[in-house]
């Protein structure tokens, strides 16, 4: 296995930084992964990858982990693209499909961010990671590090979903409940890493989450063909998952490896209850601002402050795509429009995707011919009942 990472680069000003040494933030901000695509181009057949075990493990090449033997795995299987003829007739786009996450580790897509974060960590030899969570990524990280040998501490704000909460505890990570929102808890978590040295894991303060997610946008290439869909709705909370398929589509497009020159319009999904990037995006900035009294059922939503803003505004903008936000009032309505169309239940975040859609139809900014892709981000059943008896 050769690692074709070239540098690290934050994503602020480009600043060039050396990879191999664990780093957070430059000035304040992001920073990417960086590969040498030119050498991967040259020694890599895009067909090859096909015959590979199906976890998101068979783009190595693509992925920041320099040696094997670190690697932390829980199966993360390539998730299925599965077609919504009818739920798709009924929303006026026939063509539509579902990526299904929730059949990964821990039943979120936050297991490919995190066990690319904890293979590193433990590549670094980290013996301590902690991060702020208000839903799945507690989870995800207590798992990944549990099976690495790594301790974990997560700060959740007091109203984190039950199943959230046990699932961290039950993995043996602790937990501290507190008295705020997820960026009060991300306060806390960054003072206390500073103070203990540890690895800090919250969204977008390392590199690699971001890389672990980056392979959905090389998955949804490969299974359509090499011809992404013209339009991708992903619910946006930290923007990780919006990003990663972003990059996944730009590093693509370097090596050569897409069939067709039109991108996908990626459309970031918000709660009105929490829609920090809509607003920026329709007032034409490049940076939000902390969205007050933050409010939506889905969790994973629920990010008033965000450190990425202007990375998910930037791949929103240079693909064509918009950002809008849905109340959480239509949740209900749309999961049940999903799973009795098609037998599948989504996860609140992904059912305001479903209702972006039936709204970017209404305006006229989807075509009925066009291939549109949803993303279940979890598991419906790790969130509390939709309806009351
Ligand atoms: C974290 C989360 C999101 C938001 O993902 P980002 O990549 O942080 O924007 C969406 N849906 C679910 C279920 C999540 O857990």
Known sequence: MTCHVSHLEAAIDGTRLPAGQIV??????????????????????????????????RYSELLPLPDES????????????????????????????????SRLPTGSFKSRGMAMA????????????????????????????ARAGIGTTVMMPRDTPAANVDECRAAGAEVRMIDGLIDDCGKLVAAECVEK???????????????????????????????????????????????????????????????????????????SGCAPVVRAFEAGERFSKRWENAATIASGLRVPAVLGDFMILDAVRESGGIALAMADSGIAEWTALAAASEGLMLCPETAICVGALIELRRRGLVQPEERVLLINTAAASKYPPLFAE
């Open 24 to 57: 957070t933030v430059h000035e304040g901000r992001p920073i990417w992964v960086r590969y040498d695509l030119e050498a991967i181009r040259r020694r890599v057949d895009r067909n090859a990858i096909q015959s590979r075990e199906a976890t998101l493990w």
């Open 70 to 101: 670190c690697r932390v795995s829980l199966g993360e299987v390539v998730t299925p693209r599965i077609a919504m003829p009818r739920l798709g007739e009924r929303l006026g786009v026939p063509n539509l499909f579902i990526k299904d996450e």
């Open 118 to 145: 904890i293979s590193m960590a433990r590549h670094f030899g980290v013996s301590h990671v902690a991060l702020p969570s208000a839903g799945n990524a507690g989870g995800a990280a207590a798992a990944y590090a």
């Open 197 to 271: 040295n540890w690895f800090n894991l919250a969204t977008l303060r390392e590199p690699y989450r971001i890389e672990g997610k980056k392979t959905m946008g090389l998955e949804i290439a490969e299974q359509f063909d090499w011809r992404p869909p013209e339009v991708i709705l992903y619910p946006t909370g930290g923007g990780t998952g919006l990003i990663g398929i972003w990059k996944a589509m730009q590093e693509l497009t370097a090596l050569g490896w897409l069939e067709t020159k039109g991108m996908p319009r990626m459309i970031a999904c918000q709660s």
